[in-house]
Each structure stands twice: as structure tokens, then as C-alpha cells.
């Protein structure tokens, strides 16, 4: 049997991408391995988000070509392709690369093999899953937003959704064979529909908590997308987790006008006001850039009050990187390295407070929490909750098993980790 290893990455969109790839080779004959077993085939699903990004992705190929078996195969696919490298211009024997909207094809190119018909990109789809228990679904493709840092509508193209019967059936399946959770995933998701003549994010959901699928978790949605039907929503919704990523990337309204983001900091406010009248114990996630061009000493300030202001329960902190065909790789940037380190330090420092407040939260008021099994590190199994909190379930009768769905109750902070000690709700 010929065997197969695959590194994804970025985003949940890439890790949806990646379980569709794989699933047609493994449903071929392939078995999945490590690097250390010589694998016939390798896949590298590239990112080129930040230059460490990009880092990764050529430090990941370089590994694969060490690591694969005589003649065997190193596919590079992705956004790093489409944005294009001089790397990939060297003399690499068994390189295959490719882009974004040829991704459905890498088995039939590897095995070469006609395809068996003609098929949208966004039909990638798989009914199993072999690298997750919590299984990322893609919805969606493309944004149109050109934010000045972003370089993913130059990689990713024009915002395309995937249609809903595609969806259903995918989910469906997945329910079938005993998957739990699923993650709805996009590049920027709440365009869900905008190209469909019948529907939008709402209705998706709508259509999705009909399904047998016993949990439902969203990637990241931009904040102009939280309106109030879309929160009335997902306050009724127990399937739905209280999990919500809302990107904030400056908590100054100069920066944000720079970054081509297209709400204010007070709009931003009352939308994360919203969420927490709505949904009290909902954990909200923000994304943060420190450090674009001509950012100040004041609007750096404006932003660490801000976000300290706000109830958010964590931070995912980025360096400003300059990005090939964007706006802001034409403006002047001259803040040191060691400015930008400091300001992303103390965001993080900021963060884990953040992030302990709200695991104090859920102690004290005894929130139930919901988590699918996916790992067993010595007695505990461990997992991400439905409120994005890391918890750690003993099982002293060794009696639990991955991909349970387990409803628990935090007790208390785990020792020397980033999580809950939490025990099952007898009360459920």
C-alpha cells in the first residue's frame, strides 16, 4: 500500500481543504503516515498570510524532500503557490505545485489518472475525517473586501459559496459516520450567499441545526455581519457553540480608516455589546495587528485601552507584515522590530488576563460546556470547549473514547497548562 503524509498550513479553510484532499487518496488505496515511514506522497497545504507563514510552508518542503521515499512525490498547494515565490523557481526535482482552484485535481495528477468529470473548486468535499475529531466544513471561498494588510483576495479570488444541498449532503454525512462537531469555515464567511440568489449565512445555519449534527462551530466572522437577527438567532440555538471570532485588528479608529476596515471602534462596541446582552456567557475571540505602517505610540495606547475595555475572552496577536500587491506594502514603514515585539508582547500579556477572567467566569457561575474528546494525555482527556476554553476530563475507568461528546462543568484551573480541570454535568 502506497502511504501519504500532509501538513496543512493557516487557516480552517486550508484544514477543510486538506481532509478533502486526503480523503480521495485514502478512499484509493493510500494509507496516511508520518514523514519518518519514507511516504510515497507528501502534501504541503501552503499559507502566505504573514511572511513566518511563508517561512513555515518553504521549511515544511524542504522536510518533505528529505523525507520522502526514492520516487516519491512533494505536492505544494495553496494561497503561497498562487502568490508565486522565487523559492519554487529552484531546481527541486519531485516538486508538483498547485494553486488554490486546481486543488480537486492533485489526485488524478499524482496518479495519473483522468478525472472523472469536470468539477467546481468548491466541491472539494470528504464524508470521513483522519486528521480532526472537531471536522472543519467549507462554506465558503474569496473575499472582496482588500483590506490594506491582506493579501487573500489576490490568492483566494472573488467570494464564492458553496451551494447549500452540497453542504447538507456533506454534514449529513459526516453525522453518519459518527463525527460530532463540525467547524463552518470561509475566508471570510459572513459573504456567505452574497452570490446566491436565495440565501445567506442565516439561512445556512438555519438549514444546518435541522441536521443531525450535535454541535455547530463558526470560524471567524467580520463584525459588520453580527446584525441583530443573525444574534437572536444564535442566542436560541443550543447546537450553535457561544464561541464567536470577531476580528478587530486596531482599537483606533486612525488605523482602522488605514487598514480599509470599514466600522468604527464605537461600532465595533456596541456589536460585541450586542453579542454579550444576547448571549451573556458567549467567549469572543479577537484578531489584532500591531504595528502598521505609521502606527503611533498614541494609537497603539487607544488600542490596548480599547480591547481592555471590551469583554473579550482572548486575543490572537500579529506582527504588521508587509504583504505583495497590498495597500499598505506602498506606505511608509519604519517602525523597528523592537517597538512592534514590545506592543505585541503586552497585547498578549493583556490577552492571558483576558483569557483568565473569563475562565474565572465559567467556574464561579458553573457555565455548562460542551467538548468533543480528542486527545488522552496520561488520566485526562483533553479538548476545546464550546466556549473556546482548553478543559481537561479525568477518566480514571478509562471507559471514554475520542470524538465523545461530552457535557461538562469546570471545577477548576488545570496546574501547569493553558486550561479547566472540569468534571461531567450530573445535572444535564
Known amino acids: 500500500m502506497k502511504k501519504i503524509s500532509i501538513t496543512t498550513l493557516g487557516c480552517k479553510t486550508n484544514q477543510f481543504e486538506s481532509e478533502a484532499i486526503l480523503n480521495k487518496f485514502i478512499k484509493n488505496g493510500y494509507i496516511l503516515s508520518d514523514l519518518n515511514d519514507k511516504p510515497d506522497v507528501v502534501i504541503i497545504n501552503t499559507c502566505c498570510v504573514t511572511n513566518r507563514a511563508e517561512y513555515k510552508s518553504r521549511y515544511a518542503i524542504r522536510r518533505a524532500l528529505k523525507s520522502i521515499s526514492p520516487d516519491g512525490k512533494v505536492v505544494v498547494a495553496g ?24 486543488k ?57 459559496s458553496r451551494p447549500i444541498r452540497s453542504i447538507i449532503e456533506q454534514v449529513n454525512a459526516l453525522s453518519e459516520n459518527g463525527v460530532k462537531e463540525i467547524i463552518l469555515t470561509g475566508i471570510n464567511l459572513g459573504l456567505y450567499g452574497f452570490d446566491l440568489t436565495d440565501s445567506n449565512l442565516l439561512y445556512l445555519l438555519k438549514e444546518i441545526v435541522r441536521t443531525d449534527i450535535m454541535q455547530i462551530r463558526l470560524s471567524s466572522i467580520e463584525p459588520m455581519f453580527f446584525n441583530d437577527e443573525l444574534i437572536d438567532f444564535l442566542a436560541s440555538q443550543k447546537k450553535i457553540c457561544h464561541h464567536f471570532h470577531i476580528p478587530l485588528q486596531s482599537g483606533s479608529d486612525t488605523v482602522l480608516r488605514k487598514m480599509n476596515r470599514t466600522y468604527s471602534t464605537a461600532e465595533f462596541k456596541n456589536i460585541i455589546k450586542k453579542v454579550k446582552t444576547a448571549i451573556p456567557d458567549a467567549a469572543i475571540g479577537c484578531d489584532v495587528i500591531v504595528g502598521f505602517p505609521g502606527e503611533t505610540d498614541e494609537e497603539f495606547s487607544k488600542t490596548y485601552d480599547f480591547i481592555d475595555d471590551v469583554p473579550v475572552s482572548y486575543l490572537h496577536v500579529f506582527r504588521y507584515s508587509p504583504r505583495k500587491f497590498t495597500k499598505a ?50 488520566e485526562y482527556w483533553s479538548s476545546v470547549s464550546d466556549h473556546s476554553v482548553k478543559i481537561f476530563l479525568r477518566d480514571e475507568n478509562n471507559i471514554a473514547e475520542n470524538g465523545m461528546l461530552k457535557n461538562v462543568v469546570a471545577k477548576d484551573f488545570k496546574a501547569d497548562s493553558d486550561g479547566l480541570i472540569v468534571e461531567e454535568d450530573v445535572h444535564d
Open 79 to 102: 494561497c503561497y503557490v498562487n502568490k508565486g515565490s522565487s523559492f519554487f523557481e529552484k531546481d527541486l526535482n519531485n516538486l508538483y505545485f498547485f494553486p488554490n482552484d486546481r
Open 329 to 378: 506594502a506602498e506606505m511608509d514603514w519604519n517602525l523597528s522590530g523592537t517597538i512592534s515585539k514590545k506592543r505585541m508582547q503586552s497585547l498578549q500579556k493583556l490577552g492571558h488576563i483576558k483569557k483568565n477572567e473569563f475562565s474565572k467566569y465559567l467556574i464561579d457561575k458553573k457555565v455548562p460546556l460542551k467538548a468533543v474528546l480528542e486527545k488522552k494525555e496520561k
Open 104 to 160: 480537486h485535481e492533485i489526485f488524478y495528477e499524482i496518479e495519473k489518472l483522468k478525472e472523472e468529470h469536470s468539477r467546481d473548486f468548491m466541491e472539494l468535499t470528504t464524508d470521513s475525517y483522519h486528521l480532526h475529531t472537531r471536522v472543519p466544513v467549507k462554506v465558503q471561498d474569496g473575499c472582496n473586501f482588500f483590506c490594506a494588510y491582506c493579501i487573500l483576495p489576490f490568492v483566494r479570488g472573488k467570494p464564492v
